[in-house]
């Protein structure tokens, strides 16, 4: 049984930092692209970035690019998302999501993961 388990979200004023940690069960992340996403209240789950678990090339959103951070610990199983210089629009629920690697292509769409975590809430203030 998979399953996707986030930490690490909190409140944070603008221009702060925070770490999320996904930890993974179930799987063998050698075989798996491992997302971040993100939902605010009354919009779509957007795509933040990815990491190939094999390779750990990344790829993120043009909203996040140079702020964030996607890494991975393949020993435990665990994938992280730093977040520095956070905005007032970072504000969400982020999740964890998994979908079965393909090569150096990147997944951006939430409906073709898989497995998903229960979410984790940010909070910035201005």
């Known amino acids: 049984q998979v399953q996707l388990v986030e930490s690490g979200g909190g409140w944070v004023q603008a221009g702060g930092s925070l770490r999320l940690s996904c930890a993974a069960s179930g799987l063998s992340l050698n075989w798996y692209s491992l997302a971040w996403f993100r939902q605010a209240p009354g919009r779509e789950r957007d795509f933040v970035a990815a990491?190939?678990?094999?390779?750990?090339?990344?790829y993120y959103a043009d909203s996040v690019k140079g702020r964030f951070t996607i890494s991975r610990d393949n020993a435990k199983k665990t994938v992280y998302l730093e977040m520095n210089s956070l905005k007032p629009d970072d504000t969400a629920v982020y999740y964890c999501?998994?979908?079965?690697?393909?090569?150096?292509?990147?997944?951006?769409?939430?409906?073709?993961?898989?497995?998903w975590g229960q979410g984790t809430q940010v909070t910035v203030s201005s």
């Open positions: 999501a998994a979908v079965r690697a393909s090569g150096s292509t990147f997944v951006t769409t939430a409906s073709r993961y898989r497995f």
């Open positions: 990491i190939n678990c094999a390779t750990g090339a990344a």
